[in-house]
T-cell receptor, first 114, second 112 residues
Framework: GAGVSQTPSNKVTEKGKYVELRCDPI?????LYWYRQSLGQGPEFLIY????????DSGLPNDRFFAVRPEGSVSTLKIQRTERGDSAVYLC????????????FGNGTRLTVT | AQSVSQHNHHVILSEAASLELGCNYS??????LFWYVQYPGQHLQLLLK??????LVKGIKGFEAEFIKSKFSFNLRKPSVQWSDTAEYFC??????????FGTGTRLQVFP
């Protein structure tokens, strides 16, 4: 497809479980971003990759959150020992190059922790 | 650190009314500015952007925004809204950190 693809679209998990959220960016986009959006809020920056490496992970809330992008394309956001407060929509975006070009967003993964 | 304020949380208009949504940012250096729109059930889409040059930028669907550096503002405008403009609107700023920082959004409802 032409856009950013995120799977699953919805994920319900129990408190304490481990989850993985996947993002497939637009082909050729070197930069990939993860954001989190809670109800009534704007997207909150988590981490971004330039190629395979995490260029800025300052937005990850704690060490339960981790993300990888091993081949510079698909990325996985991993959350360990989920808590109810982790419930949100997790957005992935990609762009060509670095600063200045617009981000292209996926539809997001709605995570619900019960 | 960068930050963005959107003072209008919820705006209700009738069709054909004019629209102005406020956006103020906090950052001392050179910025790139964006407005994104999220229609119900859809992903965030770029409405318009400012990088440099003419401070009045035009976007899709008749929207425009004006960058006023002295006021740290980037307000979004549309002279005549339509029912199809019902959506949530987000302002975002990018400084020298290669990441966009978003405001909390403004929910616009347009009634026929």
């Amino acid at each position: 497809g032409a856009g950013v693809s995120q799977t699953p679209s919805n994920k319900v998990t129990e408190k304490g479980k481990y989850v993985e959220l996947r993002c497939d960016p637009i082909s050729g986009h070197t930069a990939l971003y993860w954001y989190r959006q809670s109800l009534g809020q704007g997207p909150e920056f988590l981490i971004y990759f330039q190629g395979t490496g995490a260029a800025d992970d300052s937005g990850l809330p704690n060490d339960r959150f981790f993300a990888v992008r091993p081949e510079g394309s698909v990325s996985t956001l991993k959350i360990q020992r989920t808590e109810r407060g982790d419930s949100a929509v997790y957005l992935c975006a990609s762009r060509l190059g670095a600063g200045g070009s617009p981000l292209h967003f996926g539809n997001g993964t709605r995570l619900t922790v019960t | 650190a960068q930050s963005v304020s959107q003072h209008n949380h919820h705006v209700i208009l009738s069709e054909a009314a004019s629209l102005e949504l406020g956006c103020n940012y906090s950052y001392g250096g050179t910025v790139n500015l964006f407005w994104y729109v999220q229609y119900p059930g859809q992903h965030l889409q770029l409405l318009l952007k400012y990088f440099s040059g003419d401070p009045l930028v035009k976007g899709i669907k008749g929207f425009e925004a004006e960058f006023i550096k002295s006021k740290f503002s980037f307000n979004l405008r549309k002279p005549s809204v339509q029912w199809s403009d019902t959506a949530e609107y987000f302002c975002a700023v990018e400084g020298n950190t290669d990441k966009l920082i978003f405001g909390t959004g403004t929910r616009l409802q347009v009634f026929p």
